[in-house]
């Protein structure tokens, strides 16, 4: 089992900057990667940026060179920075944790948090 907290969603403008962060606690170390996905109202959920284990990182081609995904090992969080903020960010963000073993993968999900980017 892996519990993932989230904080840093908020209100703020276009063009602005908001960080997230997501703290995993549990089975970490079976962790094989980390991500962030948003949900905006009446949309399916998206990946937004992810970060392996081994620290390869992928992005959704609407974020990249805005947002950067990063993590600290030593306080098992990931953090989503994200810059030049748009309305269309305007979701509720929710980070994953994936693990993978020989029986089948699993996926862990924080409660969620608001991101609201007003024009």
């Known amino acids: 089992q892996v519990q993932l907290v989230e904080s840093g969603g908020g209100l703020v403008q276009a063009g602005g900057s908001l960080r997230l962060s997501c703290t995993a606690s549990?089975?970490?170390?079976?962790?094989?990667?980390m991500g962030w996905y948003r949900q905006a109202p009446g949309k399916q959920r998206e990946l937004v940026a992810r970060i392996t284990f081994g620290g390869i990182t992928n992005y959704a081609d609407s974020v990249k060179g805005r947002f950067t995904i990063s993590r600290d090992n030593a306080k098992n969080t990931v953090y989503l920075q994200m810059n030049s903020l748009k309305p269309e960010d305007t979701a509720v963000y929710y980070c994953n944790a994936y693990r993978a073993f020989i029986a089948g993968s699993y996926d862990s999900w924080g409660q969620g948090t608001q991101v609201t980017v007003s024009s």
């Open positions: 549990g089975s970490i170390a079976s962790i094989n990667a």
